[in-house]
């Protein structure tokens, strides 16, 4: 994050360099391209939204920039190193490190409540008990369920489940934010909390991905990609915002 | 992270699925526990039918009259037969001649009835012998005494019975100094003998002893003798015993031939050799039904274990997601299941003890230290196995391959 700043000011620092990306499922006549050959660069600090109709293949692009899946072709850069090249070790410091994730599904640990949940990354990266409970209340105040935390995810409302896993992506201070529609179960109130959240994250100099199907949310943010059939078909910035930058 | 944080993340595993730590714990512990169950009432029964036979005394030898068969050559040559006589036991009691007999006693044999007032009682063995008799065939009297050497020699009309025959003729009054009539001659009851059991073929406590002379005085006159019961030294000596009980038997009765010998020997330990190898055999059907409950149990663990493989599969994806190393995944499940496999091998061991203090179809259940081990190994292994294969397969999938596991 530091090396990112300071690269800022001659060259963007990459971080995210995606090459030549198809994502293939099946075989023969029944296959289908999730993605059919994406190019993508993202710089540090960037605040990019990718929109795009349903099944166009943007959950399977942000796995990939995620280090949560593989492809079928390309090639995927994350900071300079190859994903593929990486060993267990270093990708589970990537995926607990480096890369917050939120998921369109939540995916929280059933039967598990909110602050164990957020907790657990914390935990992986070896943080003491004291510490990550801490950092994990923390988190969850931001998202506003300090009131909740001892409740597991079957007790707690398809937009508070979300906001646990936001928390939970949040707990770590990740360099790299990557969220999968993450405002699809809130109502607007929260939506506009979260979308400050993300402000907030940017301008501490942390790179944000969106995925969204609102119009509204993808006008946070300062670069804008559409996508269909697997492809990126459009890649504009966004003015209003980028003079707030 | 450290191991304690990782025992602690397993407890919570197991305490999260409540249900799954149940039923996978009951799997191991019943199949643990009918293993040890079923091979301890095998092992009982066969200890039962062993411990009837010790009762009657392994050292023990019966030297009988008669040849060593039946048919025709049989019967000519028990024409030219010499009986056995007082004679012949006193020469068995002779150390310089039979140096590994410990002692043996004339037995001679009768077919009494015996009356105490309005009851009867005929026992199933009859006999007059010399003290020696009681230890030799292992005979312990609970209640009351032994007669003597003197009491032989004065041929007192004094009577060792056994539990059945006192029961008979005494219901639960104490026979010890009462008179009762056998043949109409009285006896005075001095001692009755511990509970010996049936051997099977006869109620060992349908018992009447006395002193020899009192017998042959009043009952049988001096007739050969039924037999001559020869204490060996100890177990491992009677085929020894049997071979100086041979030659001085043979030099007595003038053998001159194996074959044409005029009396036979029996013991205790031949016997013992046959009724305990099947018993082995019972052992062996009963250990293939507790092999078989074993892999009922283990098949029954596996099951429980595989069907919470998708749901643990995708929490596995979650995990990975947020950056668990792969090495503590494994660990926690390794020790998941450690925990589950040694508290349901324990309880199983545990209740395989309880339930074999209970008789079962009238057998007295023995545990087998080894079934207890093997059922605990197995069932502990297969526990291992099952609950951490599953987990390192899906510990070894990309987070998103892992999530979408069905
Ligand atoms: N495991 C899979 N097996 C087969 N096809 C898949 C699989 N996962 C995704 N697909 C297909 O890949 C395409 C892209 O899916 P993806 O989830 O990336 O869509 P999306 O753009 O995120 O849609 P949405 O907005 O509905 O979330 C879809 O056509 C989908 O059916
Ligand atoms: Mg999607």
């Known amino acids: 994050m530091a ?31 999730a993605l059919a050959g994406v190019d993508l660069q993202i710089a540090a600090g960037e605040y990019v939204a990718i929109m795009g109709p349903s099944g166009s293949g943007k959950s399977t692009l942000m796995n990939i920039m995620g280090a949560l899946d593989n492809m079928t072709a390309g090639s995927y850069f994350l900071d300079g190193i190859e994903v593929s090249s990486m060993d267990e070790n270093a990708l589970s410091v990537v995926r607990g490190r480096k890369i917050g994730f939120i998921f369109q599904s939540f995916n929280l640990i059933p039967r598990t409540t909110a602050l164990a949940n957020v907790e657990l990354p914390l935990a992986y990266q070896g943080i003491k008990s004291a510490e990550r409970k801490k950092r994990a209340l923390a988190a969850l105040k931001v998202v506003g369920l300090e009131d909740r935390v001892t409740h597991e995810p079957t007790e707690l409302s398809g937009g508070q489940q979300q906001r646990v896993a936001v928390a939970r992506a949040l707990a770590t201070r990740p360099a790299l934010l990557l969220a999968d529609e993450p405002t699809g179960a809130l109502d607007s109130k929260s939506t506009e909390d979260l979308l400050d959240l993300f402000d907030q994250i940017n301008h501490a100099g942390r790179t944000v991905v969106v995925i969204t199907h609102e119009a509204d949310v993808a006008a946070r943010a300062k670069r804008v990609l559409r996508m269909k059939d697997g492809k990126i078909i459009s890649d504009t910035l966004n003015p209003a915002r980028m003079v707030s930058a | 992270m450290n191991i304690f ?91 310089k001649q039979v140096p590994s007999v410990k002692q043996s006693a004339p037995v001679a044999n009768a077919n009494s009835t015996c009356v105490n007032g309005s009851s009867t009682s005929t ?64 006896f005075t009851v001095i001692g009755v003998t511990e509970v010996k059991g049936s051997t099977g073929f006869q109620d060992g406590d349908s018992l009447f002893i006395a002193p020899i002379t009192a017998v042959e005085n009043s009952i049988t006159g001096y007739q050969p003798l039924s037999s001559i019961i020869v204490e060996a030294k100890s177990s491992k000596l009677t085929d020894q015993a049997q071979a100086e009980i041979q030659t001085v038997l043979d030099a007595r009765h003038r053998v001159k031939s194996s074959t044409s010998r005029d009396y036979r020997l029996f013991n205790q330990a031949s016997l013992l050799a046959t009724s305990s190898s099947s018993s082995k055999v019972f052992t062996v059907l009963l250990a293939a039904v507790a092999g078989i409950s074993l892999l009922v149990g283990g098949i029954g663990i596996t099951n429980i274990m595989l069907v919470t493989v998708i749901e643990r599969t995708r929490e596995i994806g979650i995990r990975k997601a947020i950056g668990a190393p792969k090495g503590v995944i494994l660990s926690q499940f390794l020790i998941e299941a450690t925990i589950l496999s040694l508290v349901g091998g324990a309880l199983g061991v545990v209740a395989g003890f309880i339930g074999s203090h209970f008789t079962i179809v009238g057998v007295k259940p023995v545990i087998m230290p080894s079934s207890v081990f093997l059922a605990f190994g197995v069932s502990v292994l297969i526990g291992l196995f099952f609950g951490s294969y599953p987990a390192s397969r899906a510990a070894s999938l990309r987070p998103i391959e892992a999530l979408r596991h069905e």
């Open chain 1, 3 to 33: 090396a990112a700043l300071v690269d800022n000011k001659s060259q963007p620092h990459i971080v995210i360099d995606v090459k030549g990306a198809v994502k293939k499922y099946g075989e023969g006549a029944a296959s289908i391209y």
């Open chain 2, 5 to 95: 944080e990782i025992i602690r993340f397993a407890l919570r595993g197991l305490t999260i699925n409540r249900l799954r730590t149940f039923l996978t714990t009951l799997g191991i512990m019943i199949g643990v526990s009918s293993v040890i169950i079923l091979t301890a009432v095998g092992n009982g029964s066969s200890k039962a039918v062993q411990d009837s036979l010790d009762r009657l005394g392994t050292n023990s030898i019966q030297v009988r009259s008669g040849n060593l068969g039946f048919g025709p050559r049989a019967q000519a040559v028990s024409n030219n037969t010499t009986p056995l006589t007082i004679l012949d036991a006193v020469a068995l009691n002779d150390p």
């Open chain 2, 123 to 186: 026992p199933s063995t009859f006999s007059g012998t010399w003290p020696a008799y009681f230890e030799a065939s292992n005979t312990k009297v609970a209640k009351g005494n032994y007669f003597s050497t003197d009491d032989v020699d004065q041929g007192r009309r004094l009577a060792v019975i056994g539990t059945t025959t006192a029961t008979e003729l005494f219901g639960t009054d104490n026979p010890i100094n009462q008179v009762i009539r056998c043949s109409g001659i009285p």
